[in-house]
Every structure is written in C-alpha cells, then in structure tokens.
C-alpha cells in the first residue's frame, strides 16, 4: 500500500483536521485490496455542513465543490423587548420551540445560523455559546453584549462585574433571552425556571442580537474577552420617544 502526504486544497470548506493543512492518502496496491483512504479531513465541512467530495488531482487533494459560506455567517437577528423586561436563561425551548425543521446539521455554522434565525422568529433570542458560562454585560447606553471575561494574575475580570446583569449556564451550550410578558403569554413561569434565570430591566424596545460564532476565525479560546453576541437597541417601543 502506498502512503503519500498531499496539500489538501479544501475549495472554501472547513475539512482540514491537520493543523498544516495536508492530507494522508493510502493507495491500495494489487496485494491490498481496500478502497482508496484519504485521512486528515473531517467529515463534514465545519461552515456549510454539507461533506464534499475530495480526490486525488495532480499533487493535490481538492475538494470538487466550492463552499457555499467561505466567509462564515454573523447572524444579526432582532427581539421585541415592549415590557422592558427580559428572561436570560440557557434554554427556553420548553416556551419557544422551534421544531427540528429542515436545518443544515447543528454542529455547522450554516445549521446554527439557521436556529438562530428560527428561534428570533417565534420570539426567543437564541445563540450558541460553547461551555463557556458567559454574562449579560452592559456596555454603554442601549448597548449591550453577551461575553466571557478572561481574568488577570489578581482575579480582575475583563469586563467590570458592576456591569453584569445576569449570568447564564450553560447546560444548552446556548443563550436564550425573550421578552418577560411575551414569555408568560405563552405559558412561562419565571420562577419555576430556578436560579439560573434572570430577568434583567431594559428600556422598552427592539432590541438587534448580533452574533459573532459563526464568524470565520472566531475564537472560543481567546486571551482576550470572548465576545459571543453585540446586543443594542434600535427602535424606542415608546411612540412618544
Ligand atoms: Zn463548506
């Protein structure tokens, strides 16, 4: 059986699971009678979701079609905020289903854009967060974000705790933030939620989730603050305002 390294020219795609981008190809031989194997590549590509077909061309492996999201997504999303109270959970889905739909597999950037924007639609501000127990953090006047600190040599916290609103769990892996009058419309209760829900004062309004996980080169690991969602409010719900 013969062994060769090869560049893997992934079209676009998200495939490559070595870090130096080549791929292990096996070439079967009159004495081993197995398929051709090509390893270092992912099954399914971490953007679109979908699993290309790779072949051997020339010196290189390529991937025979093109991805359709190279570039990754930033999902911008917007949730009706009239009662000016808003329930921070990990998971709401018992309120807010969103059914398994017709989505791109979950763990792609493509299948989690497409939840995100499933969820906003029946009122529930949705988005993925890792394992990464981030906060609801104020940052100026209507601005908000969705982030994890990282900590100094003294414990300091990146982000100052007087501007923490709630914190979330992260059992989901996931933030879901929906508006409190909306929430108990349709049949939540805020207290059998438990003490991982918070319900945090906002001013009336509608409010954009502008969420980064998507995005290529995101990174759940940074040294820096790891910002998941920019939040702002864009409309007063206040006509006098
Ligand atoms: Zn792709």
New binding site residues.
Partial sequence: MGITTLPLDSN???IASNDDNTVTVYEPDEFVRLPRLIAGIYSR?A??G?Q?EVEVEGDAVRAQSP???PDGITTAITLEVPSGKLVVEDDLRHVYRCGDGDFADYNSVLGQAQVIEAMAAIGCAYGPVGNSCPGLYRTGEDTYVIASPRYDEDDNPSLPEKDRLAGIVTDLWAYSIADLEDFKRRGGDVDALGWTATVVDVPPGTYRFTHHTGEVGFDHYADDTVVFAHIERVTSSDPAA
């Fill in positions: 676009g795609h998200v590509c953007q679109c979908e290309p991805c359709a999201l």
